[in-house]
């Protein structure tokens, strides 16, 4: 079957370094992608990584295991803009390349 | 360069009704994916269009939802009769290419059956 665990919810403070983690079990893997969602807003492209490693990208910077199923996405220097839901979404190549959705992370950032 | 857009934003129909959802892609763009996202769960693939070609129809619920994408542009997800369990929010989405591309997501139509 198909399953994507992430937390639910985090809280950090402004300034800080989070790291999201993901786990998943898909058929015909294909990479994984991260997506940020603000409420009531289209979520939209943060990483993809399709070799195990960090890809590294600004503040933000994600990390593929995929011998463990294993994923995470570093936010580092926090910002209040950055309070948004975090989509952990691995691309499989079952029936056509689709992505499988976790249920988010809904990260809270405190001043 | 404009963005996937959706209409309408919002639908509240009464169940049994009708309803249309509209998706224009990126210009451009062949690949043209449907998810829905119920309440408290997590997104959800419906189906993938190449071109006006299905794909992939997995994740259609059942045969009361109909996508079609005449011409390969624009595409509508029809819901006939629609039921009180398909409420919530669908997104359309559309890439360049199929696999490791980004898909670019639209603003999502948020449907309510009472």
């Known amino acids: 079957g198909q399953n994507i665990d992430q937390p639910t919810e985090m809280t950090a403070t402004e300034g800080a370094i989070v790291q999201i983690n993901c786990t998943y079990q898909?058929?015909?893997?294909?990479?994984l992608f991260w997506y940020q969602q603000h409420a009531g807003e289209a979520p939209t492209f943060l990483s993809y990584?399709?070799?195990?490693g960090l890809e590294e990208k600004g503040r933000f910077s994600s990390f593929l295991s995929r011998s463990k199923g294993y994923s995470y996405l570093l936010l580092k220097e926090l910002q209040m803009k950055d309070s948004a839901s975090y989509l952990c979404a691995p691309e499989t190549t079952s029936g056509t390349y689709k992505y499988i959705f976790g249920t988010g992370t809904r990260l809270k950032v405190l001043a | 360069e404009a963005g996937v857009t959706q209409f309408p934003s919002h639908s509240v129909i009464e169940k049994g009704q009708t309803v249309t959802l509209r998706c224009d892609p990126i210009s451009g763009h062949d690949n043209l994916y449907w998810y829905r996202r119920v309440m408290g769960k997590e997104i959800k693939f419906l189906l993938h269009?190449?071109?006006?070609?299905?794909?992939?129809e997995s994740g259609m619920p059942n045969n009361r939802f109909l996508a079609e994408r005449t011409g390969g542009t624009y595409s509508t997800l029809k819901v006939q009769p629609a039921e009180l369990e398909d409420s919530g929010v669908y997104f359309c989405a559309s890439s360049q290419d199929r696999g490791g591309h980004e898909q670019y997501f639209g603003p999502g139509t948020r449907l309510t059956v009472t």
């Open positions: 990584n399709v070799l195990d």
């Open positions: 269009f190449v071109k006006e070609s299905k794909q992939d």
């Open positions: 898909t058929s015909g893997f294909n990479g």
